[in-house]
């Protein structure tokens, strides 16, 4: 069964140093999606990726983020200059279409730890 | 965003069925019902999902309230791997870019 692939599964980074989170998307799929989840909270959307654009973003994305499909394949999420509260674990997703019988693809995630 | 609600919690015995339910009161004409599962430290998983009639598929069963205001996702047999958290969201495929919106879900938890 075709999955979603995330890397690194786990990143330490320093305080104000930049992440790129990596993504590996369902190979027909269109729609793209970055979640994250702090520890012990739920699941919050950070942004939608559609044609080479951003459809959708939440508050949370805010200058310090942002997303590329660099290649056909990946799919990236740049935090610019990482705080302590950007520690959570990030989803990334996917979707071949907004139809009704699509639905959305999570991969595992990647932990993000700030120190 | 339409919201759903989900009791915090709910138990069950292993090999018994269990019965989650969902609140939607103010689900609109265009609302999709997915029903999503996050097991401990992994991704949430693709259960379900349904827009009136009621669905079957391999891991469960949707029944949906005829005025759609409520549904319930049926685990036939609980097994302990099926202790997770359950979520309900309405999504709406051609609003808000089809995103979901996690609440907190459910937390079944399964004896043996």
């Known amino acids: 069964e075709p999955e979603v692939t995330q890397t690194p599964s786990h990143q330490v980074t320093q305080m104000g140093q930049e992440v790129i989170l990596r993504c590996v998307p369902i190979s027909n799929h269109l729609y793209f999606y970055w979640y994250r989840q702090i520890l012990g909270q739920k699941v919050e959307f950070l942004v939608s990726?559609?044609?080479?654009?951003?459809?959708?973003k939440s508050e949370i994305f805010d200058d310090q983020f942002s997303v590329e499909r660099p290649d056909g394949s990946n799919f990236t999420l740049k935090i610019r200059s990482t705080k302590l509260e950007d520690s959570a674990m990030y989803f990334c997703?996917?979707?071949?279409?907004?139809?009704?019988?699509?639905?959305?693809?999570f991969g595992e995630g990647s932990w993000l730890t700030v120190v | 965003d339409a919201k759903t609600t989900q009791p915090n919690s709910m138990e069950s015995n292993e090999e018994e069925p269990v019965h989650l339910p969902c609140n939607h009161s103010?689900?609109?004409?265009?609302?999709?019902i997915h029903w999503y599962r996050q097991l401990p430290s992994q991704g949430p998983e693709y259960v379900i999902h349904?827009?009136?009639s009621n669905v079957n598929n391999r891991m469960a069963s949707l029944a949906i309230a005829e005025d759609r205001k409520s549904s319930t996702l049926i685990l036939h047999r609980a097994t302990l791997r099926d202790a997770a958290v359950y979520y309900c969201i309405l999504r709406d495929p051609y609003n808000q870019g089809g995103k979901l919106i996690f609440g907190q879900g459910t937390e079944l938890s399964v004896k043996p």
């Open positions: 990726f559609y044609n080479n654009e951003i459809s959708e």
């Open positions: 349904g827009l009136t």
């Open positions: 103010t689900i609109s004409g265009t609302d999709y």
């Open positions: 997703a996917s979707s071949s279409s907004l139809g009704s019988g699509n639905t959305i693809y």
